[in-house]
């Protein structure tokens, strides 16, 4: 249904009311001159002319519009409001950019995307002690000297902690591991805070209980897995070799465990001579009973789990398998490792070395 304007039927209606009372007027003017040409011939009235006039009925009053032709009022307001609403979109537009300038100068210019930083790659093998990890930083190009690094705890590493308040360095707690993101010009100093996070992190998932039940404190856990570390090569004989341990400490036997001596003397690749064998020196588990001073490297998880936790056995002994890549032979008493020493030692003659096979 077509929108019509009342205004604009008002004025069509007084227009015509105009047009119509113009001729009547004129009509009538017509008349009075007729009748005033009559009556000056024969002095006679005329009737016509004696008639009342009756005034056209007035209109009701409208409200003053613009003089705009009827046709057109309602394109000009439809013209209007588009108009109207073209500069409102136009006005909320330019406000909203002004206001979003001025916010935004007041907010601080975003930083460019940071340039990321080269690194390099750098992996401690399990059980190496800290002589071994120096000489490695040194190869890696790592600025500082690690065995003064490792000589004392940083601050907030603290080794009473782990029962190891008496401790002379750090050895057994920095733990092994690769890092791909150590920056390029990495100091000692930067791979001694992640070994010591890690060790932290590590240790925390680490079963205790039994260990405690034998009066071990985590310190002389990672002694006797530091024993393993350097002992074992075959995954599946950590917890045999610390039952072996165990056992032996239970009994106050001496561990027998070279390695010990190597540590001391930082020999890990000369045969062990007898007089050393038989030098009575603090890391001599053959003369001395009972646990090594400190661990003799820094032994991995699988290696701390095991010495938490060993294997229920009464195994006393452990003896190299000859012909094997480190496999051991693991025996309850003295005859049965009399035995398998003596065909070791066979093997040792005759090959002219170590009677191993990897």
């Given at each position: 249904m077509e929108w019509h304007d009342p205004?604009?039927?008002d004025?069509?209606?007084q227009e015509r009311e105009r047009r119509r009372a113009e001729r009547e007027a004129k009509r009538r003017g017509r008349q009075q001159s007729l009748a005033e040409k009559v009556g000056a011939q024969d002095g006679k009235p005329d009737p016509v002319a004696e008639a009342p006039v009756v005034a056209p009925r007035p209109q009701p009053a409208s409200p003053p519009r613009p003089s705009t032709p009827a046709g057109g009022s309602l394109w000009a307001r439809r013209a209007?409001?588009?108009g109207a609403l073209i500069v409102a979109v136009?006005?909320?537009?330019?406000?909203?950019?002004?206001v979003k300038e001025v916010l935004s100068s007041d907010e601080p210019a975003a930083a460019p995307p940071a340039k990321a930083q080269p690194t390099q790659t750098i992996t401690i093998p399990e059980g190496e002690d800290?002589?071994?990890?120096?000489?490695?930083?040194?190869?890696?190009?790592?600025?500082?000297?690690?065995l003064?690094?490792?000589?004392?705890?940083?601050k907030g590493f603290d080794l009473a902690k782990y029962g190891a308040q008496d401790a002379p360095n750090l050895e057994g707690f920095l733990f092994p591991d690769t890092w791909n993101d150590l920056p390029k010009k990495a100091t000692v100093h930067d791979l001694v805070d992640r070994q010591l996070a890690d060790f932290q992190e590590r240790i925390k998932g680490v079963d205790m209980s039994y260990a405690k039940s034998k009066n071990?404190?985590?310190?002389?856990?990672?002694?006797?897995a530091s024993m393993i570390e350097r002992e074992i090569q075959v995954p599946d004989e950590r917890k045999l070799a610390a039952a072996v341990i165990y056992n032996r400490l239970h009994a106050g036997t001496p561990l027998g465990i070279d390695a010990t001596i190597r540590y001391e003397d930082h020999n890990y690749d000369q045969q062990l001579l007898e007089s050393r064998l038989n030098t009575d020196t603090p890391y001599n588990t053959r003369t001395h009973p009972g646990l090594p001073p400190t661990p003799i490297g820094n032994p991995g998880l699988a290696s701390i789990k095991a010495a938490a936790s060993p294997a229920k056995s009464d195994?006393?002994?452990?003896?190299?398998?000859?012909?094997t890549c480190g496999e051991h032979v693991f025996v309850k008493s003295q005859a049965e490792f009399n035995r398998a020493e003596a065909a070791y030692q066979q093997a040792l003659q005759e090959q002219g070395g170590s009677p191993t096979d990897c």
């Open positions: 205004y604009a039927m004025e069509a209606a209007l409001g588009l136009v006005l909320v537009f330019v406000a909203g950019k002004a800290r002589h071994q990890i120096a000489a490695l930083t040194k190869k890696e190009g790592l600025a500082g000297d690690y003064k690094a490792t000589g004392k705890p940083p071990l404190n985590v310190y002389d856990v990672l002694k006797i195994v006393f002994y452990f003896v190299v398998k000859p012909g």
